[in-house]
């Protein structure tokens, strides 16, 4: 949700509280189902997986994770981290970041945010996201640091496996909020891509449909505006 004000990047700035279930959340719920997809050994035996990781990584991955049927008691949490887009979108089911892990997902937010701006993308590009990226993942990092305190209860898992998937963490987080800005940033400075796509697109299914009906009138008439 955007409130008044400036952030540094110049633009609208955003209770960053309201938006971790969103991009945290959900790349906690895209890596549980990845691991999840890696695990269905109905489609057959596992090929160099080891299935002991695979289980820790599962572990680990849902205790990050609260549905909000868990969590509605918490009234902290829901005036702090939740939002009346949640309510719209959510049946009960949407994978919201776990209170003990809430904290190192707003920061690691606040990370990418902070890197990916406009002013950022003028001057750098996505350098700057790319170096972020490279610091949240540093063994000897904050982020990495905390996470690797929050979880070292988790005996499932080396270290160097947590910290693996941490740095999927990351990359999720970073590929979800980024790109979202960095698209919408191109969008606004080109003035092209979605304008063009969709014309693009349009002028594809008019064709197509031209070319399915041909001989009716239908298909006479699809052509004529094709034309035009």
């Known amino acids: 949700m955007a409130h008044g004000g400036k952030t540094r990047g110049g633009e609208v700035e955003v209770n960053l509280s ?13 890596l549980i189902k990845k691991t999840r997809k890696q695990f269905n050994i109905s489609k057959g035996p596992l090929i160099n997986v080891d299935e002991e990781e695979l289980f820790g990584r599962f572990e680990l991955l849902k205790s990050m994770r609260v549905f909000e049927h ?10 702090k981290f939740y939002c009346p887009f949640h309510r719209l979108v959510n049946d009960g089911f949407l994978a919201l970041v776990s209170p003990k892990y809430i904290g190192l997902g707003l920061s690691l937010l606040q990370t990418v945010a902070d890197a990916v701006n406009e002013n950022e993308l003028k001057k750098n590009g996505d350098e700057t996201l790319k170096k972020t990226v490279a610091s949240a993942k540093d063994p000897k990092g904050p982020l990495k640091q905390t996470f690797l305190e929050l979880c070292k209860e988790n005996d499932c898992l080396t270290i160097k496996q947590k910290g ?8 999720k987080t970073k590929n979800s909020r980024g790109g979202a800005v960095i698209k919408r940033f191109r969008t606004e400075t080109t003035g092209r891509g979605a ?3 969709n014309s693009i697109t349009f002028r594809s299914e008019i064709k197509a449909l031209a070319k399915k009906g041909r001989g009716s009138a239908k298909a006479k008439v699809i052509k004529s505006e094709d034309a035009s």
Request: glycine content about 2%; overall charge negative.
């Open 18 to 30: 309201k938006e971790v279930n969103r991009f945290v959340g959900r790349a906690i719920s895209n």
């Open 195 to 197: 304008k063009s796509e």
């Open 164 to 171: 693996k998937l941490f740095d999927e963490l990351v990359d």
């Open 70 to 79: 868990e969590i509605l008691d918490d009234k902290e949490y829901i005036e």
